[in-house]
């Protein structure tokens, strides 16, 4: 089992929502996280886009990792405390790829933005995370 594999297995495991969703692990570091997940019609809303609250849930599952894995010593864990969407285009086939980075890893607050792109390279949202840790 390759290292991604092994990220994707405890990734699931520890969020259970995301076998549903098929979301794998492309690759992670304290710097950046990436995970993808697949278009399908069961995802979709009208017209054959990915689902809005699909994307989200790869973004915020995607950022929640991210933030654990730069969480300060000491620390239990993170909830979210505030999320913010900007959705810029449809995804209508392949993957939707997300990208997190880490834009402030403090004592009381992690910050991670996260771009979702189609199989393009195109931007389809932007989402920036606050989360407090515990």
Request: net charge neutral.
């Amino acid at each position: 089992m390759s290292i991604d594999q092994q990220a994707t297995s405890m990734f699931r495991e520890l969020m259970p929502f995301t076998a549903e969703l098929e979301i794998e692990v492309v690759s992670q570091s304290k710097e950046e996280m990436v995970s993808r997940f697949a278009w399908a019609p069961s995802r979709c809303t009208v017209g054959g886009a990915l689902h809005g609250g699909a994307v989200m849930t790869l973004a915020d599952a995607n950022a929640a990792t991210l933030a654990f894995l730069n969480l300060p010593e000491g620390a239990q864990g993170t909830t979210t405390i505030e999320s913010k969407t900007n959705f810029l285009r449809a995804i209508r086939s392949g993957y939707a790829t997300a990208r997190s980075r880490l834009l402030h890893g403090g004592r009381r607050i992690i910050v991670i933005e996260t771009d979702v792109v189609d199989d393009s390279g195109k931007l389809a949202a932007r989402v920036t995370q606050t989360q407090a840790v515990l």
